[in-house]
């Protein structure tokens, strides 16, 4: 698989990891890999509860992270 993000930059670049919330494969320049707080994954399209979620790399790519990010503000507030 090739990176996403580098696509869209008519870059090409295999993967190093998958995004979880939009599945996407994103290269070590673009994934981001962060102690993240998921706190409700039904709203995104993964499915993972419980004992799945200790396991997971949390990767990211850029737009989920910016995402996430964006919501956590927002229940932080
Ligand atoms: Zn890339
Ligand atoms: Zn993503």
Redesign the pocket.
């Given at each position: 698989m090739k990176c996403y993000d580098c696509a869209k930059n008519g870059k090409e670049a295999d993967t190093s990891g998958i995004?979880i919330?939009?599945g996407?494969g994103v290269c070590s320049s673009h994934l981001i890999r962060e102690e993240i707080p998921i706190i409700d994954m039904k709203q995104y399209s993964v499915h993972l509860e419980g004992k799945d979620l200790d396991h997971i790399n949390k990767i990211?790519?850029n737009?989920?992270h910016e995402a996430i990010m964006e919501n956590v503000c927002e229940v932080r507030q």
């Open positions: 995004c919330v939009c996407r990211l790519c737009s989920c």
